[in-house]
């Protein structure tokens, strides 16, 4: 008697085991915590405690033509009443398939539910990060998008907000590689500052089209604010060679300032330590250079042991704050 019931048991463990390998769940996520160490002119010191663990978790549940993500930021409470939402990737090209409709090197992806991307397709880089937050995109949370993409050659993705029926806030753009090394985007919404925007962007891959050693490559955009008649332009070159790397970027925002940066940065590994330094100069007015213009030097060394990156971080910005930054991170 208790030999059969140790085999049903087992036989149930594998049933069980089974189920659960045919809908995996992938948890992944980075936890960091340790201090910041603020050294400023005036002579006071300031000290940022982050021991309280800042955790960073991503859950999604995958299936064979699906996958579907917890939105990030949200708690997950184990709570027949508690609801978190969440967003879903349906990959349509491989359902069709699956029924018998082969399309090819076509790709079909329908995005549903909360958090849908509503930003349009990009290949500026903003190495540094001019047009952060002022792409072209809307703000709503109840949206849906659809992704088809062909091959490397082609990508499309549209997405709109169908609660807002007096507006019907959307986002439509596309993406084009024609050959290797070059690449170009288009990007249109009707709720960018109120009214309607216009991006395009391009990307030269220099070190593909002419078969260089090193990374070498320059991106640019033109995003215009259509409703109220102004443009901006952001342009950087990026490069890097044995890990000496490079960049510098420019643009001219929607009130005419003329913004420029540059930054040469340097890594390396020595006795298993990853060992990086970094000068950047920021000048977010030409016209006035001297009251404008920020110098920041950077350095810091890595270390994992037993699963674990630990990390010393220094900053200098130069007349003003030196900070001082150890931590210790996980990655799961």
Do not use: C
Not at 124 to 150: H, P
Request: charged share 20%; aromatic share 10%.
């Amino acid at each position: 008697m208790k030999k059969k019931f140790v085999l049903t048991l087992a036989l149930v463990l594998m049933v069980a085991g089974t189920l659960v390998a045919a809908t995996p769940i992938e948890v992944s996520g980075t936890f960091k915590t340790g201090y910041t160490f603020s050294f400023n002119p005036n002579g006071i010191t300031q000290v940022e405690d982050d021991t309280e663990a800042k955790l960073a978790t991503n859950v999604a549940f995958t299936g064979d033509f699906w996958k579907v993500s917890l939105k990030a930021g949200e708690d997950v409470l184990f709570d027949d009443e508690y609801k978190v939402d969440a967003k879903a990737e349906l990959y349509l090209d491989k359902a069709l398939a699956e029924q018998g409709m082969d399309m090819g090197d076509l790709a079909l992806t329908l995005h549903v539910g909360s958090g849908v991307g509503t930003g349009a397709l990009s290949v500026l880089a903003d190495e540094a990060e001019f047009r952060d937050g002022l792409g072209i995109k809307f703000t709503s949370d109840d949206n849906f998008g659809v992704t088809v993409k062909y091959s490397d050659m082609v990508e499309v993705y549209a997405s709109v907000d169908p609660t807002d029926t007096a507006n019907y806030p959307m986002v439509l753009s596309a993406k084009l590689m024609p050959v290797d090394g070059v690449s170009a985007a288009v990007g249109y919404s009707n709720d960018f500052n109120g009214g309607n925007g216009l991006a395009v962007s391009a990307k030269g891959d220099v070190a593909a089209l002419v078969d260089l050693d090193f990374a070498l490559a320059a991106t640019g955009e033109f995003l215009m604010d259509v409703t109220n008649e102004t443009s901006m332009i952001t342009a950087d070159v990026v490069g890097e060679y044995e890990g000496i790397g490079l960049w510098v970027a420019f643009q001219n925002d929607h009130a005419n300032v003329n913004k420029l940066a540059a930054k040469a940065s340097y890594s390396t590994t020595v006795e298993d330590f990853d060992v990086s330094a970094s000068f950047k100069a920021e000048m977010l007015d030409l016209s006035d250079i001297a009251n404008n213009t920020t110098y920041t030097v950077e350095a810091g060394a890595k270390y994992a042991m037993g699963g674990a990156t630990y990390a010393l971080d220094a900053k200098y910005v130069i007349d003003g704050a030196f900070t001082l930054s150890p931590s210790v991170s996980i990655a799961f």
